[in-house]
């Protein structure tokens, strides 16, 4: 008794000790899944309401869904059969131990937590993987026909687009399953005894009979036999991706382009049904092992398999392709080219294009461009890449606003007359706001406002922009209704907007542009239905947590009236709700039934469309321009449509999808997978159908598709004579292909000029002009979206861009003209983007030269001279009319009513003595002006700019 009650105040402080830590564990635990429990919380119900707010619920909760389950898919496949590979061999472990010491002993009685981690941790990572597969999956069980057989087959395309990618998702996890299995079989086997891998010696100390045996027997026949069959399940599930191999030929690359060619059809699908054979038979032998108990056999089977493998896949194909088809590939390929050159050209839908040749004449006559006189007027003046600092200087109002650095173009009726345009939004630049505090950036600097346009053919004499829409609250000839930017390009914040009841508005509205005494601030509330609502504490707070701002939770300044805005810029909010789509680089912003939208493009892709050729979507659509925009995915692709058109509402963030191309099946497959969610074409507006264009991206990538697939000829596209390039820019030299412009031509051998996305290019490694290529842009007319192409003669040469921007520097009228502002002075000449059109039998360059003071912070581009080219004859003018007069004798034969007013309005004549004295006045300053520019004298040229507006607008106040 007494012994008892000694030791029991010993055993009392180490238990003590032991039930803290463990308590203390569970504690932790308990913290971090409650921590991670709240955070998945939190991005899962804020997502939701995001989804909810904009009216896409059925697509969060769609893909939601589908990603659980496919999770739980991987998870039970994975791990499941890991665990249950696991467990069977715990218990086919041996009735004797046969491992050193009591580590089975120690394994059994921790067999749950053995077998449950790593199968759990595997099945995770497995599940992980497959809900990635999301859309894989939903397309795959939403997939539309698309009513073309593939040439070797005969299987839809759709097979190939939908279906194949889903089969082969399927064996991989098939076969991540079987692997793990496997291991983890082994694992347990090994640990229990029933694998032996050490010297018989030392795992046995019984006699020499003993010894023997273990040297003859590695496994124990239970052991074996379920390894075995694993083993064989594994090559059976291998034998099916071999087999599905055959079909993923026609989307992979062979030694000419992305599809097979005659080795794969003669001998790579051959290997692939070889080595699926080999693989059953072998299966065969592992599951006669199960009985037999011999390693030597199947072992024999995976080797000449590896082998044959090797030989029949690899090695075989390989010399066959190098000494038997190469030497003969433009005859033995040539079938397969036909079919690749189809596919290309139905996949990326160039296979209506239309070529001409074009014997472009090179002399210059008078009146040669009469029959062009509708066009020519209309040929752009002013670059969006380069007059986005004068937009910046003339129309920032403020700091805190800010346009992008290249523009955009678009059209409207003006005065009844479709004029092509130069515009851009006024955003918030937060770069620009001087004091950063959390309630500045968040519900103060919330939107920008108003769109700001200028005539894309005309300039004030000046040289500035003559603009249609300007100024805060905006003025001009765009009438606005609604013109705050809450969802721009430059969003990329989230804005809390609302305010308490009876209380004051606090977010900046315009800035010195209200009611009231001049300079005087108005400010404004949000009264708009885009956002989240965050009157519930417990979604502010989920919030905060979202965004790791606690301020959510503590500003005054959300309450129960406020709402949330993030995720605002366009294409954001476009990828989000269409997550199927890819997105164009560019937003358009352009006002629409007096709102102020942005219009964005979408694709659908795939890169697995049988036999087309591949293409990296992020090279296929970039040039100069695209460092300054949004960069597409690089990833491959070898089908693209533009289908969707999408409106985001610059004011309440509504997103809006119109079906565009209707007959793509991938859209058609997306809008099963997400009823409702995409909107008939017929139910876009008539003014919003006006601004509709035809997209870039999809327009460079065609371009560079073209280059070679133009022709249908497998002999030139193999022999590569006649392929096609893109131009460096000649104007930003070293920053990549020149851009497509957007112009309003007339195409030769038609009557009226129509608004067209062009391209000049180049044959390959060439600089002479080898192509020009338009396609029409304008959805209000019957051939949008028909690509057309001028080829140049092969005995002419034509100048390309780079050839021609060389001439019109060498030019010495030009370099005379420049010479003021490349030698001396605080100016320097800036040159425009170099305009390829087809007119008056020929080519007609055009290049707007800009002057910019080249030193401090007020200086930007206005339009000073415009140079053209028309074969080998160089113009160069005060204005375009000027340049084309020079060129072609004294008289081009069309009137480019080209506007050089001293003030962006068009007055009436004054009629008074006493205007026309001060309009003489004002023509004086303006002369003052440029003769200030010319000597560079950017100081002088503002003051007498100046001078010169007060002085017209004087004049406009005599008017009668």
Do not use: C
């Amino acid at each position: 008794m007494s012994s008892h009650s000694a030791s029991a105040p010993r055993r009392r402080p180490a238990q003590r000790p032991r039930r803290r830590h463990r308590i203390w564990a569970i504690v932790l635990v308990v913290l971090t899944v409650a921590v991670l429990a709240w955070l998945l919380a939190s991005n899962v119900v804020t997502d939701l309401l995001w989804y909810s707010a904009i009216g896409y619920r059925k697509v969060f909760l769609t893909r939601l869904l589908s990603g659980l389950g496919l999770f739980l898919l991987g998870l039970v496949v994975v791990g499941g059969s890991t665990a249950l590979n696991m467990a069977i061999a715990t218990r086919l472990r041996p009735s004797e131990a046969q491992g050193p010491g009591n580590y089975q002993e120690l394994l059994l009685r921790r067999k749950v937590l053995a077998i449950l981690l790593p199968s759990l941790f595997v099945g995770l990572l497995a599940g992980t993987s497959t809900a990635s597969q999301t859309s894989t999956m939903l397309a795959w069980w939403n997939r539309t026909p698309f009513g073309v057989k593939d040439p070797y087959h005969g299987l839809d395309v759709s097979f190939y687009t939908f279906t194949y990618p889903w089969l082969r998702m399927l064996v991989n996890i098939g076969l991540a399953a079987v692997v793990l299995s496997l291991l983890g079989a082994f694992v347990v086997h090994l640990s229990m005894g029933a694998v032996t891998v050490l010297a018989p010696s030392i795992l046995s100390p019984g006699g020499p009979a003993r010894q023997k045996r273990q040297r003859t027997h590695l496994f124990t026949s239970r052991a074996q036999a379920h390894l075995s069959v694993l083993a064989a399940i594994g090559l059976v599930v291998f034998a099916a991706s071999s087999l599905l191999g055959r079909y993923g030929l026609e989307v992979s690359q062979s030694s000419l382009f992305t599809g097979i060619g005659y080795t794969e059809d003669h001998y790579r699908g051959t290997a692939r049904l070889v080595v699926a054979g080999i693989s059953l038979v072998v299966a065969v032998l592992f599951v006669v092992n199960a009985k037999l108990r011999r390693w030597g056999v199947p072992g024999i089977g995976i080797i000449l398999m590896l082998v044959a493998t090797l030989l029949v896949q690899g090695i075989y194909p390989a010399l066959m392709q190098r000494f038997s088809v190469t030497p003969d590939a433009p005859d033995k390929e040539r079938p397969y080219m036909i079919n690749n050159i189809a596919a290309t050209r139905a996949a990326y839908g160039i296979d209506n294009t239309t070529i001409s040749d074009y014997s472009a004449v090179t002399s210059a006559s008078s009146g040669q461009l009469k029959a062009d006189a509708e066009a020519v007027p209309s040929i752009r003046l002013m670059d969006p890449a380069v007059i986005g600092p004068t937009f910046e200087q003339l129309q920032q109002v403020r700091g805190f606003y800010s346009f992008p650095k290249t523009l955009d173009v678009d059209r409207y009726k003006v005065d009844g007359t479709m004029t092509d345009t130069v515009v851009a939004a006024r955003e918030i630049d937060l770069n620009g706001i001087t004091d950063k505090s959390w309630n500045n950036l968040h519900t103060v600097y919330t939107h920008g406002n108003g769109l700001v346009a200028a005539y894309g053919n005309k300039r004030q004499t000046s040289g500035e922009p003559e603009w249609l829409a300007r100024d805060i609250p905006t003025t001009g000839k765009l009438p606005e209704k609604q013109s705050r930017i809450y969802y721009g390009e430059r969003s990329s914040q989230y804005a809390v907007v609302g305010a308490r009841p009876g209380a004051a508005p606090v977010e900046l509205d315009t800035p010195g542009g209200g009611q009231g005494a001049q300079g005087a601030e108005r400010k404004n509330t949000y009264d708009g239905k885009g956002g989240v609502s965050v009157s519930n504490p417990l979604v502010r707070a989920m919030y905060a947590t979202k965004f790791a701002d606690i301020n959510l939770l503590l500003s005054d300044r959300v309450h129960s009236n406020s709402r949330i805005l993030y995720d605002r810029t366009p294409l954001d909010r476009v990828a989000k709700v269409a997550p199927w789509l890819k997105v164009d680089s560019d937003a358009l912003p352009t006002l629409v039934d007096g709102r102020l939208v942005w219009v964005v493009d979408g694709y659908t892709t795939s890169a697995n469309y049988p036999n087309s050729n591949r293409v990296d979507l992020r090279d296929a659509s970039s040039d100069s321009t695209s460092q300054t925009r949004q960069a597409q995915p690089s990833e491959p692709v070898n089908y693209i449509r533009n289908s969707v058109k999408a409106v985001v509402d610059a004011y309440d963030g509504s997103v809006t999808l119109y079906a565009w191309d209707t007959k793509d099946p991938i859209l058609r497959t997306w809008e099963k997978a997400f009823p409702g969610t995409v909107h008939p074409r017929s139910q876009m507006s008539a003014d919003l159908l006006s601004h509709v264009r035809y997209p870039q991206d999809l327009f460079k990538v065609q371009r560079q598709i073209l280059g070679r697939y133009h022709t249908t000829n497998p002999d030139t596209w193999y022999q590569r004579n006649d392929v096609w390039e893109a131009p460096d820019d000649p104007v930003r030299t070293g920053q990549g292909l020149e851009p497509p412009y957007y112009l309003t031509i007339r195409w030769p051998g038609e009557t009226n000029p129509v608004f067209r996305s062009t391209a000049a290019m180049v044959p390959n490694k060439r600089q002479n002009l080898g192509a020009y290529i338009s396609v029409g842009s304008d959805a209000t007319k019957s051939d949008y979206g028909k690509i057309r192409v001028l080829r140049m003669s092969s005995s002419t040469q034509i100048d390309g861009p780079n050839q021609t921007a060389s001439a019109i520097i060498a030019d010495t009228n030009v370099s005379s003209k420049l010479l003021p502002y490349q030698n001396r002075g605080s100016a320097t000449a800036t040159l425009g983007n170099l305009l390829t059109l087809p007119v008056g039998g020929g080519l007609l360059y055009v290049q707007p030269i800009y002057a910019q003071r080249q030193t401090g912070s007020g200086g930007y581009p206005i339009l000073r001279f415009v140079a053209v080219r028309f074969g080998t004859h160089v113009g160069i003018g005060d204005t375009l009319q000027d340049a084309l007069d020079q060129v072609f004798q004294g008289d081009a034969g069309a009137d480019t009513n080209e506007n050089q007013s001293g003030s962006s309005s068009t007055a009436t004549p004054p009629t008074s003595q006493k205007a026309k004295d001060l309009l003489t006045q004002a023509q004086g300053a303006f002369t003052a002006a440029d003769k200030a520019l010319k000597s560079g004298d950017l100081a002088t040229y503002q003051k007498q700019i100046a001078q010169a507006r007060k002085l017209v607008s004087q004049a406009l106040g005599q008017v009668k």
